[in-house]
Each structure stands twice: as C-alpha cells, then as structure tokens.
C-alpha cells in the first residue's frame, strides 16, 4: 500500500457528531480512491469550530497527498469551512470572478435572486483553484493539496467525480474475497501462517454474525498479481485441509 | 455545549478505510451520547496499524473524558487493538480470570472450542476493567478513559447499553427542528441575525437537495430551556415577516 498516494478525509459538522446526519460521503470517497489507486489512510470527523478546522487542515495537509474537506461551504453562518482553510494557509478571502459568472448563469436560469448569503460561496481563498460543480453551480475549491467539497451527498459526488482524472494514480489494487462459514476463532490460526508468508499481501478477516448466519470474510489486497494469486490458493489449500467450508466469487 | 463531558470515537479498521464496509458504529455511538448528555466532540477512522493506534489513542486520551474504540479486538492476526491500547499505557497483557469463566460459559453451551485463537481474546491489559459481552462472550474492557468495543454493530449496541448507566450526564440536551420550503440562501441572513443574538443556542442549518424537495433544516440546539424557547419564537417571527414556509413537529 505504501505506493500509493495517501488521501484523508476531514468531514467537517456538528450535525455527523450529534447524531442527527449519518455521514454518507466518507464511504463513497473510500470506495473511490480504492478505485483509482489512492490509499485513504485517515477520516477525522470535527465540528464547525474555526480553530479546530485550522489546525486539523494544516496537520492532515503535511501528512497527506490529499486531502478531502466535506462541509461548510454553504451561504449560512454555520458555514465556515472556507475561511477556516483560508486561515489555515494565510492567505486573503477574495470573490472569484469564475465563480461569480458560473452562478450568475445559473441563477439566471434558476429564477433565484444572486444575494449577499450567496456571493459567500463565490469568495474563496486567493490563489485557490475551483471545483467544477455540475450540479448547483456554486463551486469548491482546491488550495496547495487541501480539496473543499460540499456535504450534500448527491452533490459532492457529482463534483468529486470530475476531480478523477487529475488524481488517479493509474495503480490497480488487487482484491480477492473469501466467505468462510466457520467464525474467526477456527481459522485464525491459518490466516496468521498465511500472513507470515506474504508481507506483500494484506489479509484482513472480518466477522459476520448474524445467527444462524456466523462466519468471516477474509480480504486479500495487494499491488502484486503473483504475490496475491499465491496466496489465495495456499489458503484455500489450508481450508480445505482443514475441511473449512468457504466460497468466493 | 461546554458544559457536557467531552467524547471522542477511534474506528479501527482497513475494510472502512478501503471502502468495503460502512461504518455503522458513528452514528449509533453519536445518537446515544447525544441522548444521555456527553458531547461528541470528534472521530478518527484509522488503519489498523499498532503504532497510529497507540499515538491515536494517546493523543484523544488526554483531550477525552471518555474515548470509545470500535474495532480490532477479535481472535485473527489483524485484531492489534488490545496489545496497542496496552502499549499506549505501558501496561502488560495478561489472561483475565474473569473473561475466561465468562467465555468458556458461553463456548460450552455453543459446543464450541475454546482454543488459543480465542484465548487472545480473554488477554486484556492489567488492571483494566471488563464491557460485559451479553451477545457472544467476549469481553470489552475500560483502561483509563478508554472504552474498548469491538467492530460488529450488533454486538457493540449490546455492549455500549451495559455502559450507558456508569457515563450518562443526566443533562439533556434542548433540540428544536424547523423545516424551511426554502434553500439556505434566503434565509441565511435571518439565521445570523438569530444566532447573533443567542450565544447560548447553537444553530445549525442543513441544505436537502432532492429537487423539486429543496429546502433547509435549521436545527437549534441548547442546554437552556428558556433561550432556546425565545431563539425559536424570534426565528419563526422572521420566517413569517418574510413569507418564508415552514414546518416544525
């Protein structure tokens, strides 16, 4: 894994940590940066507090490649994830003329009034770079390595999804699945023989247990073709012996 | 929000950080502290990897009244919980009496073996105290101010209900939730007025985009009963000077 570029994620907002909003965007984010060759190696959920938000952004961009923020560009007061991140690097707030022209249009079309609350979203950190938004106009934006997107699902993705091409690494992660219906406890020590074995390969086990329904799913991932092939029989041929039941696809 | 006890959330886990699964243990872990008066304060999702576990758990620690975990603490190789927490805290691991009466109990009526895979899962620090596992045994355990839960969201309800009487504040937190027929946009300016004037209610305003459903909830939030009443009157006043709809339970 360490190949590859490392992610983190920071979701920023009260609401994921009252409870009231289940987060949705750290999965599809992880799924993603699986896809395309990026290793998310830490999510850090915080509330809207300027001062968390600046230390926390400035703390994960050293440590990361990229970093994805998740809320608080909107037009309210609530909303402070923008000059939080200006703070955090120094720089001036300034209205982006792109942005300005980009939700003007759309306003236009929309029949909504271009106030004060919304001019908020066209004022970005100076030097930062925008975040096409395909779906409601107003944009995120990208400042050194630090990536700012919304928290409406349905609209972070839209946006992350035209980020793609310029953050793909081209690298494949190799992933091979087994369900085993015996519980951990009964092929642990299998796994940990096999793990020995191959550094190059990451085996994760993962418990289901939802009875009668009791077993693990065991998780091959690697960069490497052979390294994971040779693995995946060795510990099927293990199974076997050991007369483990399992399927895989 | 000060005044409540502080709580901060460690998921361990590979298959959250790859995408594979969905962590369901945030949000119920948010719902219950937000009902029984502590207040979340922050989560981190990291690898499983001893070291990020040990300086993760160190650092929320100190900055915790209470730290949950949620992960790792089951019989495979990959379970490293345990044995970081312990190096956290310089303690030694040992066999606890205690978890394996409970355990062997609960294997012999499952006709199940109790074989060293299992036994990894009795060794906890010294000194900690035991999580009572009313579904499948195997305990949790306290260390310092670190509560040590495991991954399956099932088995962790269970354990985290067993908790709840030895943490609960007995405060109760004061929500009110308005509906508004309108985006953030218009309405931002009354909100920062309102917010403005009540320092002791939190507002926080959460845009639904599901076109033609397209609006805000404005959540307040308190410990103070009477401002909390006076914020929400003043906000309704202003919705309703200003023609803008809305809905409240």
Same mark, same amino acid.
Do not use: W
């Given at each position: 894994?360490?190949?590859?570029?490392?992610?983190?994620?920071?979701?920023?907002?009260?609401?994921?940590?009252?409870?009231?909003?289940?987060?949705?965007?750290?999965?599809?984010?992880?799924?993603?940066?699986?896809?395309?060759?990026?290793?998310?190696?830490?999510?850090?959920?915080?509330?809207?507090?300027k001062?968390?938000?600046?230390?926390?952004?400035?703390?994960?961009?050293?440590?990361?490649?990229?970093?994805?923020?998740?809320?608080g560009i909107g037009p309210t007061h609530?909303d402070i994830t923008t000059e939080s991140i200006a703070l955090?690097f120094?720089r001036k707030l300034e209205i982006n003329s792109e942005a300005v022209k980009r939700m003007k249009?759309?306003?236009?079309?929309? *029949?909504?009034?271009f106030n004060k609350a919304r001019y908020k979203m066209a004022t970005i950190p100076e030097g930062a770079e925008l975040i096409?938004n395909?779906?409601?106009a107003a944009p995120g934006f990208?400042l050194?390595?630090?990536?700012v997107?919304p928290?409406?699902?349905?609209?972070?993705?839209?946006?992350?999804?035209?980020?793609?091409?310029?953050?793909?690494?081209?690298?494949?992660?190799?992933? *091979?699945?087994?369900?085993?219906?015996?519980?951990?406890?009964?092929?642990?020590?299998?796994?940990?023989?096999?793990?020995?074995?191959?550094?190059?390969?990451?085996?994760?086990?993962?418990?289901?247990?939802?009875?009668?329904?009791?077993?693990?799913?065991?998780?091959?991932?690697?960069?490497?073709?052979?390294?994971?092939?040779?693995?995946?029989?060795?510990?099927?041929?293990?199974?076997?012996?050991?007369?483990?039941?399992?399927?895989?696809?």
């Amino acid at each position: 894994m360490s190949k590859l570029q490392k992610v983190s994620i920071i979701v920023i907002g009260n609401e994921i940590l009252s409870g009231r909003t289940i987060d949705k965007n750290v999965n599809f984010i992880a799924k993603r940066c699986d896809k395309i060759g990026l290793n998310l190696f830490e999510v850090r959920i915080i509330p809207d507090e300027k001062l968390v938000i600046k230390d926390t952004v400035l703390e994960l961009s050293k440590k990361s490649d990229y970093v994805f923020t998740t809320g608080g560009i909107g037009p309210t007061h609530d909303d402070i994830t923008t000059e939080s991140i200006a703070l955090a690097f120094g720089r001036k707030l300034e209205i982006n003329s792109e942005a300005v022209k980009r939700m003007k249009a759309y306003y236009k079309n929309m *029949k909504v009034e271009f106030n004060k609350a919304r001019y908020k979203m066209a004022t970005i950190p100076e030097g930062a770079e925008l975040i096409d938004n395909p779906v409601s106009a107003a944009p995120g934006f990208i400042l050194i390595n630090v990536y700012v997107l919304p928290g409406v699902p349905s609209i972070l993705q839209e946006m992350f999804m035209t980020l793609e091409h310029k953050i793909s690494s081209g690298i494949k992660m190799l992933v *091979k699945n087994i369900k085993v219906k015996s519980p951990e406890g009964e092929i642990a020590d299998i796994l940990e023989i096999i793990q020995g074995r191959y550094r190059e390969v990451t085996i994760g086990s993962y418990p289901f247990f939802k009875p009668p329904d009791i077993g693990s799913m065991i998780v091959l991932r690697s960069l490497n073709k052979n390294k994971i092939q040779q693995a995946f029989i060795e510990l099927l041929e293990k199974f076997q012996n050991a007369k483990i039941l399992y399927e895989f696809d």
